[in-house]
């Protein structure tokens, strides 16, 4: 571990809240370097939000730091540990089996930890190696900046950085460290920990951290725990909604896997939509399908009731533990759902009978099966009247999306039929439509393409993807081919959770 010395002194000064608690809720250890590290792809926006100065980027030491190899000033590195549910199953003690935190700071944008995800053996890496590989470092990395960029709440990351050292999983791949920034890196599985093992004071200790740090408002209510709960609740259901709308499956949702901030968190097998399916599995490891995109909504409630069970020490009231999440859970997804889904369909305002217009729209992409993506930002552009005699031309970027036109027109004119209730100038409704249906999410053969050229030693691709995936709704015509069909070959790509 080399010194600091080279590092700006003006870098931003950690508070390293999180190591402030006893030394039960972590072990202090130092990431194990990589040699000769160098930079695969950094996020200037991450960069700005926590005060990096540019010319810190550009500099050899930022690989150095960011790899492991030296500290930054002010720096308590440690492996958390939690414990969790996984595939529906008690897994008992896990914790951050190949992530340093290194600490965190507050800046003027609000408070942020820094991660580093492949840094090393820890206490909690059960027998592997503690290392993340190139392939999923960049698949992270990208999506992290791209739902950032769909205004989705998420982890963010600031880079990746590699080296050619090698690593074994199913072959011989080189090792990378994704540099991971959040408010806050506990999870359902944090506070299941202590609950599991009886330890009321840590559970407690943990609760007035999450509370104290990041939900003082709770601190106000008559049951401050309950409302804590309420908050996740909210939080999560919105977050599932965000992630349906879009047609992002995360793939591996254990509680582990679960921010106690509404995050999207840990990314692995995750997929985009692409000919829509509800019961589409992006996890080639999740044999069951537990974690299928139609479940989503479903397993975020079951792992909220494994929390309210951990909670519940604290809560004292079973009824009022388990109604934290009932009265608040579907309330937020199902309303939240709807105002995305109304905002995709160009619905000015809502009405009644919008669910069922919502839910039929489902059913008719389930039926006839068009890419989830594609279909709505070509239904943005679409006009709101149409002459009959103009209308298979008008409507022919849509149409030709189905084998069954015939149905496709049926349901255009529904939808019409819906927007004349609620009169909206087309222009102002298309552009409105436009910002809420993106024209480019990460797909897994954009990210596929990205990832052959970096082991090749080529960066360009993860850059020029970055860079598109970060304004999803602009037209962006340099990248129109990133907007296309998967080419035949991508029908072939699997993620798993070694993904």
């Known amino acids: 571990m080399n010194a600091p010395e080279a590092l700006p002194l003006e870098f931003p000064v950690f508070d390293n809240s999180f190591a402030a608690l006893p030394e039960a809720f972590y072990t202090r250890l130092l990431p194990q370097p990589l040699p000769d590290p160098y930079v695969v ?9 926590l005060g990096l100065p540019a010319d810190f980027l550009a500099s050899p030491a930022f690989a150095e730091t960011f790899a492991g190899n030296q500290l930054l000033p002010g720096s308590a590195p440690l492996a958390a540990v939690y ?50 590989v190139l392939r999923s470092s960049i698949r992270e990395y990208l999506c992290s900046e791209a739902m950032a960029g769909l205004g989705i709440p998420t982890t963010r990351a600031l880079c990746v950085i590699g080296a050619d050292y090698p690593v074994r999983r199913e072959s011989i791949e080189t090792a990378a460290v994704v540099a991971r920034v959040a408010p806050g890196f506990v999870r359902f599985g944090s506070f299941e920990h202590w609950a599991s093992r009886d330890r009321l004071v840590e559970l407690r200790q943990l609760a007035d951290y999450v509370i104290d740090t990041f939900r003082p408002e709770c601190r106000a209510a008559a049951n401050p725990y309950a409302e804590l709960l309420a908050d996740v609740a909210r939080r999560t259901g919105e977050l599932m909604a965000h992630w349906m709308a879009v047609g992002f499956m995360h793939g591996v949702m254990n509680t582990d896997n679960m921010s106690i901030l509404g995050l999207t968190l840990d990314y692995g097998p995750f997929g985009f939509m692409e000919a829509f399916d509800p019961g589409h599995i992006c996890n080639h490891s999740d044999h069951q399908g537990r974690y299928a995109y139609r479940n989503q909504p479903h397993v975020a409630q079951w792992n909220l009731y494994r929390l309210a069970d951990a909670l519940l020490p604290l809560i004292g009231r079973p009824a009022l533990a388990k109604s934290a999440v009932d009265e608040h859970y579907g309330t937020a997804f199902e309303g939240k759902f709807e105002q995305l889904m109304r905002a995709k369909l160009g619905l ?10 919502i839910g039929e729209t489902f059913g008719f992409l389930q039926q006839h099966r068009p890419d989830f993506t594609l279909f709505f930002r070509k239904l943005s552009k ?10 298979p031309a008008v409507d022919a970027p849509l149409r030709d999306m189905f084998i069954d036109r015939a149905a496709c027109d049926a349901w255009l004119a529904n939808w019409r039929a819906r927007l004349a209730q609620t009169p909206w100038e087309d222009g102002e409704r298309q552009a409105a439509m436009r910002a809420a249906n993106p024209k480019y999410v990460l797909r897994n053969w954009l990210a596929e393409v990205a990832i052959r050229q970096a082991k090749a030693g080529d960066f360009s691709e993860v850059a020029r993807l970055q860079t598109c995936l970060r304004n999803p709704y602009a037209e962006q015509p340099e990248f129109e081919a990133y907007a296309e069909l998967p080419p035949d070959w991508a029908s072939g790509l699997a993620v798993s959770c070694s993904s």
């Open 83 to 132: 414990s969790g549910h996984q595939f529906g199953v008690w897994a008992g003690q896990l914790g951050d089996g190949r992530a340093h935190l290194l600490g965190g700071l507050r800046n003027d944008r609000g408070h942020w930890e820094i991660q580093l995800k492949g840094a090393g053996r820890t206490p909690y890496s059960r027998g592997a190696d503690g290392r993340a």
């Open 382 to 391: 679409l006009p709101g009247e149409v002459e009959p005699a103009r209308q």
């Open 41 to 49: 792809g950094v996020s200037p926006e991450v960069a700005e939000l």
């Open 348 to 357: 000015r305002s809502g009405l009644d009978d919008d669910e069922a217009f």
